[in-house]
């Protein structure tokens, strides 16, 4: 197996290890709206950029070569990029629909709030 795939699988799979801690703790910071394709998308783009580090840092090691390695880790962060952007289309609509009923600080809001 070439060297270079050696570092795409191991940074896939780092990837998966510490992207779906990622992505787990950002769906509890901020839920997500668009449905599964959206988690989906949200999830492939953290295992992209979780896997950036290692895939371009062994690169390195195994090809020798630091232009390599930095085309690896580029190559990783910009398919996060264009996941990330994909996700952003399909969450746009939902979450403008479910965050259109806020209205803002009430006067009932302050007096619930224990302030």
Same mark, same amino acid.
């Given at each position: 197996?070439?060297?270079?795939?050696? +570092?795409?699988?191991?940074? $896939?799979?780092?990837?998966?290890? &510490?992207? =779906?801690? #990622?992505?787990?703790?950002?769906?509890?910071?901020?839920?997500?709206?668009?449905?599964?394709?959206?988690?989906?998308?949200?999830?492939?783009?953290?295992?992209?950029?979780?896997?950036?580090?290692? +895939?371009?840092?062994?690169? $390195?090691?195994?090809?020798?070569? &630091?232009? =390599?390695? #930095?085309?690896?880790?580029?190559?990783?962060?910009?398919?996060?990029?264009?996941?990330?952007?994909?996700?952003?289309?399909?969450?746009?609509?939902?979450?403008?629909?479910?965050?259109?009923?806020?209205?803002?600080?009430?006067?009932?809001?302050?007096?619930?709030?224990?302030?």
């Amino acid at each position: 197996m070439d060297s270079i795939w050696i +570092a795409v699988a191991v940074g $896939i799979a780092f990837g998966l290890f &510490v992207g =779906s801690r #990622i992505a787990k703790r950002s769906e509890q910071d901020d839920a997500i709206y668009g449905g599964d394709s959206a988690k989906t998308l949200h999830r492939l783009a953290s295992i992209a950029l979780g896997g950036a580090f290692p +895939a371009g840092l062994l690169t $390195i090691f195994l090809a020798h070569s &630091v232009v =390599s390695g #930095i085309v690896m880790g580029f190559a990783f962060v910009g398919t996060a990029f264009v996941l990330l952007i994909l996700f952003a289309l399909v969450e746009n609509g939902p979450r403008a629909i479910a965050l259109e009923d806020d209205q803002g600080w009430t006067e009932e809001k302050a007096r619930s709030s224990g302030l």
